[in-house]
């Protein structure tokens, strides 16, 4: 395993690769979040709720840690999904300051329906990005291995430097 302070090349390729297959993926979850009538994040939003981690409770405060948003940010979310009847809001009643957010019938059927399609899209893709982490993972694991191949006989050249004005 790689560790702090040891010898490795980063593979540069692998990263952008990784990052470029998560940014395509993310960007068909939104097109398909705004085709259904909901912004992207009132999308992130629906499926926080519903995907949290058993023993977390969906608070405001929790969810706007899952989105990595501002908890103002995360209130201005829920007052608009609310008034779309896509969630609904519930007091706690052994600590009420606590507000619960849960999903109305609506918001759990628009939020399955967005995700079948993003499921399809995810298997598509799936190949492709665990390929590229168990390539990072393994160069990790051999720091001595080179980042990123070489391509054997491609030509390259520098490029001369640029004079300065007056010399």
Known sequence: MFKPGQEATPD???????????RRFLR??????????LE??????LLAVKGLPHGK?????VLAER???????????????????FVRRYRSRVDRRLVFIRLTASGEKLLREISLYNLQELQSVAPSVVRIL??????LNDPGAEG?????GEETAELP???KAGV
């Open 161 to 163: 430097e640029r004079k």
């Open 40 to 45: 992207p994040q009132q999308h992130q939003l």
């Open 148 to 152: 990123s191949p070489s391509k054997e």
């Open 134 to 139: 168990n390539e990072l993972i393994s160069g």
């Open 57 to 61: 409770k969906a608070t405001i405060g």
């Open 67 to 85: 989105l990595q948003i501002q908890h103002h940010s995360a209130v201005e979310l829920i007052d608009r999904l609310e008034g779309r009847k």
């Open 28 to 37: 068909f979850t939104e097109q398909a979040a705004r085709a259904a009538g």
């Open 12 to 22: 540069y390729q692998g990263i952008a690769e990784f990052r470029y297959q998560i």
